[in-house]
Nanobody, 126 residues
Framework: QVQLVESGGGLVQAGGSLRLSCAAS????????MGWFRQAPGKEREFVSG????????NYADAVKGRFTISRDNAKNTVYLQMNSLKPEDTAVYYC???????????????????WGRGTQVTVSS
């Protein structure tokens, strides 16, 4: 099993920055891909960014390209999401997810991730 704990959310003004962290524990050696998703009230959960555990291949949703950066620290079993130039439309609960299903690419479908954190709230004021 894999346990995921997110931190770093909060309230920030438009144009500001936040860095989210996701600490993984348990059978982390079995993880192939780590991803960040977000869900705003009344909307479906959407893919934000992902990174492969071993090779560090990354992918981003079009809405966050150039503003968000995903990274990982293998020694700490931690994945980060640096969020810059935040907009009010970025307001959502942000979830960390992990997939232990073999893949060589970053996957963007929520149903294909089998472990999830409880989420952290990000609120961006105008």
């Amino acid at each position: 099993q894999v346990q995921l704990v997110e931190s770093g959310g909060g309230l920030v003004q438009a144009g500001g920055s936040l860095r989210l962290s996701c600490a993984a524990s348990g059978r982390t050696f079995s993880v192939y891909v780590m991803g960040w998703f977000r869900q705003a009230p009344g909307k479906e959960r959407e893919f934000v960014s992902g990174i492969t555990w071993n090779s560090g291949i990354t992918n981003y949703a079009d809405a966050v390209k150039g503003r968000f950066t995903i990274s990982r620290d293998n020694a700490k079993n931690t994945v980060y999401l640096q969020m810059n130039s935040l907009k009010p439309e970025d307001t959502a609960v942000y979830y960390c997810a992990a997939s232990t299903v073999y893949t060589t690419t970053v996957i963007s479908t929520p149903m294909r991730y089998n472990y999830w954190g409880r989420g952290t709230q990000v609120t961006v004021s105008s």
